[in-house]
């Protein structure tokens, strides 16, 4: 079975970047993000190694997020006492 490949414009929407971002994306070697694959010089991503990334990435989020969520606070109290 073929997997199911995603053309870079449909990519670059579904992260809502541009087409080049996707580029520089791929230059970012602690990003791994899905190397594209060459068909007649269009480049596609396979849609399951996106989701993959996507899932991954959604975890190191939700790690990050209580110390993010932290910081928001401090901000909100900070921003409360000089406003008062």
Excluded: C
Excluded at 11 to 36: C, K, M, S
Excluded at 37 to 44: A, E, F, K, Q, S
């Amino acid at each position: 079975m073929q997997p199911t490949l995603i053309p870079d414009r449909r990519a670059a929407e579904r992260y809502g970047v541009h087409i080049r971002t996707l580029v520089r994306w791929d230059q970012t070697p602690g990003l791994n993000f899905p190397q594209p694959v060459y068909l007649r010089g269009r480049r596609y991503r396979e849609a399951a190694a996106l989701e993959q990334w996507d899932l991954e990435n959604s975890r190191k989020a939700a790690a990050l997020a209580p110390a993010a969520r932290k910081d928001r606070q401090r901000e909100t109290t900070n921003n409360t006492a000089d406003t008062t």
